[in-house]
Nanobody, 125 residues
Framework: QVQLVESGGGLVQAGGSLRLSCAASGRTFDNYGMAWFRQAPGKERELVAIVSFSGGSTRYVDSVKGRFTISRVNAANTVILEMSSLKPEDTAVYYC??????????????????WGQGIQVTVSS
């Protein structure tokens, strides 16, 4: 089992920045590809960003490219999502997810084995 706990969400004005963190425990973190998904009210859960288990590759949904950065700190069992130039359409519940030996082609939510509880990000206009 892998336990994931997100932190860092909240309310921010459009154009602002937030930093989400996901702390993992329970298994060898280095073996897990990590991703952030988000789900807005009435919409399906969508991929935001992935970092491969090796840390060597990342992938972003087009709508966040150039604004969001995903990174992992294996020594701290943590994955981070730095979000800048936030827009109202970024408002959603953000979820951290883990997949053993996950890589950037694992873009579907169903492919992930473990999930955090989710954290709200609200961007006001």
């Amino acid at each position: 089992q892998v336990q994931l706990v997100e932190s860092g969400g909240g309310l921010v004005q459009a154009g602002g920045s937030l930093r989400l963190s996901c702390a993992a425990s329970g298994r060898t973190f280095d073996n897990y590809g990590m991703a952030w998904f988000r789900q807005a009210p009435g919409k399906e859960r969508e991929l935001v960003a992935i970092v491969s288990f090796s840390g060597g590759s990342t992938r972003y949904v087009d709508s966040v490219k150039g604004r969001f950065t995903i990174s992992r700190v294996n020594a701290a069992n943590t994955v981070i999502l730095e979000m800048s130039s936030l827009k109202p359409e970024d408002t959603a519940v953000y979820y951290c997810a883990a997949k053993e030996f996950g890589n950037v082609w694992h873009a579907g939510a169903r492919q992930y084995d473990y999930w955090g509880q989710g954290i709200q990000v609200t961007v006001s206009s």
